[in-house]
């Protein structure tokens, strides 16, 4: 029921492995997670999260959206879509005041001052909604639809390889926030997702063609909105896999490159996110950060994989998910230096599993997801100084 208020969950503990506090933020028994690592959960001044929650229906498949006061631990809920919000296919603006997100075949906006719901587009039968993500000055939003294929998808990535073969036609949509317009900027042969605007300039974007990273030949594309003109984002070679793309703060590209034959994934056999050494390529994982033309000014060398990535405001500081733990990975010298943070125990049995750790806007905190209890649960800590 929208504008539904709830008692605090949180509770604390002491890491593990560590020592460090850990502050869990939901225990009820339902599943919760927060918003991907390109969309910031954390309120400008990090006193509230927005995230999802089965807790309001009767279905584990079915999530709404809440809206969590960090201080007293207290949230309420802001959605009460009966087949709930489609995983991971929701956004928000930094101040938090509209939120956006995909509900069957709709894609609707939701003001947080009034709880008021607006559908700004419903999507014809044969096409997919994908990711929506709102553009800096607010006028758009963007996304990247794709034509409905036959595969069926699930956890441990099932499907992910079919479904991008199967994919033959792409389309990058802008859709004014007003509701009133909707026009194509991209129209592709490939599978396309990832959809982000550039947080400093709103008619910069980027986006990817999606897909095992080491079967993509080109994972992330510049584009420029006015001249509707794609171009390749760091040029890939034959052995670069190239993938979680985000914009930084200040406006650049930051990726991760495994190198040759890596996929990108990880699933319960928790086999794919690490290694000490290089592999018997001899080719040394690597992370890059690119400017606004798509240029490489910095790489820095990582000899092991995380799955996800996501760095502070200065880019000195990453925080990664590594196979049991979340790693803080200090790249402001010459070489990388990694110290645990805690552990996470999750299963990485589905997206929502998923760590996805995130910085808030102050960088003293991290959010993470963890179904180390058995259903998913928002864990928060804050990064020592």
Request: glycine letters at 8%.
């Given at each position: 029921?929208?504008?539904?208020?709830?008692?605090?969950?949180?509770?604390?503990?002491?890491?593990s492995?560590?020592?460090n506090?850990?502050?869990?933020?939901?225990?009820?028994?339902?599943n919760?997670?927060?918003?991907?690592?390109?969309?910031n959960?954390f309120s400008?001044?990090?006193?509230?999260?927005?995230f999802?929650?089965d807790?309001?229906?009767?279905a584990?498949?079915?999530?709404?959206?809440?809206?969590?006061?960090?201080?007293?631990?207290r949230?309420?809920q802001?959605?009460?879509e009966?087949e709930?919000i489609?995983?991971?296919?929701?956004t928000k603006?930094?101040e938090?005041?509209?939120v956006?997100?995909?509900?069957?075949?709709?894609?609707?906006?939701?003001?947080?001052?009034?709880l008021?719901?607006?559908?700004?587009?419903?999507e014809?039968?044969?096409?997919?909604?994908g990711?929506?993500?709102?553009?800096?000055?607010?006028?758009?939003i963007?996304?990247a639809?794709?034509?409905?294929v036959?595969?069926?998808?699930?956890?441990?990535?099932?499907?992910?390889?079919e479904?991008?073969?199967a994919?033959?036609k792409?389309?990058?949509t802008?859709?004014?926030?007003d509701?009133r317009?909707?026009?194509?900027?991209?129209e592709d042969?490939?599978?396309?997702?990832h959809?982000?605007?550039?947080?400093?300039?709103?008619?910069?974007?980027?986006?990817c063609?999606?897909?095992?990273?080491n079967?993509?030949?080109?994972r992330?594309w510049?584009l420029?909105i006015?001249?509707?003109?794609p171009?390749?984002?760091?040029r890939?070679g034959?052995?670069?896999c190239?993938?979680?793309?985000?914009?930084?703060n200040?406006?650049?590209?930051?990726?991760?490159n495994r190198?040759k034959?890596?996929?990108?994934?990880?699933t319960?056999?928790?086999?794919?996110?690490?290694i000490?050494?290089p592999?018997?390529?001899?080719?040394i994982?690597?992370?890059g950060l690119?400017?606004e033309?798509?240029?490489?000014?910095?790489?820095?060398?990582?000899?092991f994989?995380?799955?996800?990535y996501h760095s502070?405001?200065e880019?000195?500081v990453?925080?990664?998910d590594?196979v049991?733990?979340?790693l803080l990975?200090?790249?402001?010298?010459?070489k990388a230096?990694?110290?645990?943070?805690?552990?996470?125990?999750t299963?990485?049995?589905?997206?929502?599993?998923h760590?996805?750790?995130?910085?808030?806007w102050?960088?003293?905190?991290v959010?993470?997801?963890s179904?180390?209890?058995?259903?998913?649960?928002?864990?928060?800590?804050?990064?020592?100084?």
């Open positions: 029921m929208i504008g539904r208020e709830f008692a605090s969950e949180m509770r604390e503990y002491i890491d492995k560590t020592g506090v850990v502050k869990q933020l939901t225990s009820d028994g339902s919760n997670y927060h918003f991907y690592f390109t969309d959960s400008l001044d990090d006193k509230e999260i927005y999802l929650s807790r309001s229906s009767n584990s498949t079915i999530y709404n959206l809440f809206k969590m006061n960090l201080e007293t631990g949230f309420v802001l959605t009460d009966r709930g489609a995983p991971s296919f929701h603006t930094p938090s005041d509209v956006v997100y995909v509900a069957g075949n709709q894609l609707k906006k939701l003001d947080v001052a009034t008021d719901t607006t559908v700004l587009y419903e014809k039968s044969g096409v997919q909604l990711h929506p993500h709102i553009s800096a000055d607010k006028k758009y963007g996304m639809r794709n034509e409905h036959p595969i069926e998808r699930g956890a441990n990535y099932r499907g992910f390889k479904t991008m073969y994919t033959k792409g389309w990058i802008l859709i004014s926030l509701g317009e909707v026009f194509d900027v991209v042969t490939h599978w396309l997702g959809f982000q605007f550039s947080p400093t300039n709103s008619s910069l974007a980027t986006y063609h999606e897909g095992p990273w079967l993509v030949h080109q992330m510049l420029d006015r001249s509707r003109s171009q390749p984002l760091f890939q034959e052995d670069d190239i993938g979680h793309e985000f914009w930084t200040d406006g650049k590209v930051f990726f991760d190198r034959g890596h996929d990108g994934t990880i319960v056999d928790k086999t794919q996110a690490t000490q050494q592999s018997e390529s001899g080719q994982p690597f992370v690119a400017d033309n798509g240029e490489l000014i910095r790489k820095i060398d990582l000899p994989y995380c799955n996800h502070n405001k880019n000195t990453l925080v990664g590594e049991e733990d979340l990975i200090d790249i402001s010298g010459e230096t990694m110290k645990t943070l805690c552990t996470h125990n299963s990485w049995n589905t997206q929502q599993t760590c996805h750790p995130t910085f808030s102050s960088n003293e905190m959010l993470f997801t179904d180390r209890e058995g259903t998913c649960n928002l864990y928060l800590i804050e990064v020592p100084k």
